[in-house]
C-alpha cells in the first residue's frame, strides 16, 4: 500500500511536469493570456492588491469553493501548489528548444506568425490536457482549479467535462475583461478549445476523472507513515 502511494504521488510530478510544459508553450506563443490571469489582472486593477497578490487571493477563493463541493484536500494539491509554477517558471528560463522555435517564430510577420503562434498555443493546450489526465489519475487530488471543475462535472453528470471546464473559463474570461484584463487572441482559444481538447484527450487516453476516488492527505500520510 505505502509502494502504491509513492507510486501515485510519483504519477502526479510527472503529470504536472507535462502539464507545466503545455503552459509554458502557450506562454511562449505570446498572443494572449489565459483567463485566470486576465481575471488577476482585471482584479488587481480595481483593488490595491498586486497581480500576484490577486492571483493568490483568486487560488484561495477557489479553494473555498472546492471545500464547498466536499472535494478532497490532498497532496496533489499540495504538489501542485508548490511544483507548477516553478516547473513553467524553469521551462521559460531553460526552454532552450522552445526558445529556438519561437525564434523562427518571431522571424515571421504577419498571418505566417499568428498561425505559428496559435499552433503553438494548441499544442501547449494539449500537453496540458495530457498532464491532466496523468497526474489526476493518480487519486491523490487535484489543484484547486481541477478539483472544482471534478466537484462541478460529480454535481452535473449529464453535462461533459469538456463543456463544464468551457463553462468555468468563459465565466472568468468575462469577469476579468469587464474588470479590464488585457486579452487576446490566444485568450480567446483558451476560453473556446481548452474544454473540447482536453475532453478529446481524455477519451484518447481513456480517462474519465469522475471515476477517479482521490485519498485526503491524511489518508495518504496514515499509509506512507503508519501513523
Given at each position: ?16 511536469a ?10 511562449a506563443a ?8 486576465v ?12 497581480y500576484?497578490?490577486?492571483?493568490t487571493a483568486?487560488?484561495?477563493?477557489v ?20 511544483l ?8 521559460n528560463?531553460?526552454?532552450h ?12 510577420s ?34 484547486p ?5 471534478v ?8 453535462i ?18 469587464i ?18 481538447v482536453?475532453?478529446y484527450?481524455?477519451k484518447?487516453?481513456?480517462f ?20
Amino acid at each position: 500500500m505505502r509502494l502504491k502511494t509513492v507510486k501515485e504521488l510519483l504519477r502526479v510530478v510527472i503529470g504536472l511536469a507535462i502539464f507545466a510544459y503545455g503552459v509554458h508553450l502557450t506562454i511562449a506563443a505570446n498572443i494572449g493570456v489565459n483567463p485566470w490571469d486576465v481575471l488577476g489582472q482585471g482584479i488587481a486593477k480595481h483593488t490595491p492588491l498586486n497581480y500576484g497578490i490577486a492571483m493568490t487571493a483568486t487560488s484561495i477563493l477557489v479553494l473555498l469553493i472546492d471545500v464547498l463541493l466536499r472535494q478532497p484536500i490532498g497532496y496533489g494539491m499540495l504538489i501542485d501548489a508548490l511544483l507548477t509554477g516553478n516547473l513553467v517558471q524553469l521551462y521559460n528560463d531553460y526552454g532552450h528548444f522552445t526558445n529556438n522555435l519561437v525564434g523562427e517564430t518571431l522571424k515571421l510577420s504577419g498571418i505566417p506568425a499568428v498561425c505559428a503562434s496559435v499552433v503553438m498555443m494548441l499544442i501547449g493546450i494539449v500537453f496540458m490536457a495530457v498532464g491532466q489526465a496523468i497526474y489526476m489519475g493518480a487519486g491523490q487530488s487535484c489543484g484547486p482549479r481541477d478539483t472544482m471543475l471534478v466537484g462541478l462535472a460529480l454535481r452535473f453528470r449529464k453535462i461533459p467535462i469538456g463543456l463544464i471546464q468551457n463553462c468555468i473559463l468563459l465565466s472568468v474570461f468575462v469577469v476579468g475583461w469587464i474588470l479590464g484584463g488585457s486579452v487576446g487572441i490566444g485568450t480567446v482559444i483558451c476560453v473556446l478549445l481548452t474544454g473540447p481538447v482536453m475532453e478529446y484527450v481524455f477519451k484518447i487516453m481513456k480517462f474519465e476523472p469522475r471515476k477517479i476516488n482521490h485519498k485526503n492527505i491524511i489518508e495518504s500520510t496514515k499509509i506512507l507513515f503508519g501513523v
